[in-house]
C-alpha cells in the first residue's frame, strides 16, 4: 500500500520558519516526482511547489516564491519544504503528492497555522 505522510506543522508567528516532511512507503520514490500542495480554509487546493524525479529541479507558486524551498532525499524517500518568513495567507492544510504518468497519490496533510 502507497502512504504519504506529512508532519511539522504547526502553529508559527508571522516571519517565523517551519519544515514540512513527507515520508512515503510502498511505491519507488525515485520514479515520481513530488508535489505539494495547500488548501486554505473554506477555499480550494492549490500547487504550492513541485520536484522533478532525480531532484535536480523545482516550480514554485508566485506567492512562495523566494521563501519557500522544495526539496528530497531520495535515500529516505522523503521530500521536504522549508517556509521561511511565512504569512498569514499562508496558514492551511498542506499536502503531499507523488506523481507519474500512471498514478498520483496524496498525504493526509498537516495543518500551518500563521497567526500572531
Known amino acids: 500500500q502507497v502512504q504519504l505522510v506529512e508532519s511539522g506543522g504547526g502553529l508559527v508567528q508571522p516571519g517565523g520558519s517551519l519544515r514540512l516532511s513527507c515520508a512515503a512507503s510502498?511505491?519507488?520514490?525515485?520514479?515520481?516526482?513530488m508535489n505539494w500542495h495547500r488548501q486554505p480554509p473554506g477555499k480550494g487546493r492549490e500547487l504550492v511547489a513541485a520536484i522533478t524525479r532525480a531532484g535536480d529541479s523545482s516550480i514554485y507558486a508566485d506567492s512562495v516564491k523566494g521563501r519557500f524551498t522544495i526539496s528530497r532525499d531520495n535515500a529516505d524517500n522523503t521530500v521536504y519544504l522549508q517556509m521561511n518568513n511565512l504569512k498569514p495567507e499562508d496558514t492551511a492544510v498542506y499536502f503531499c503528492q507523488a506523481v507519474n504518468g500512471q498514478a498520483h497519490y496524496w498525504g493526509q496533510g498537516t495543518q500551518v497555522t500563521v497567526s500572531s
Open positions: 510502498g511505491l519507488t520514490f525515485s520514479r515520481y516526482a
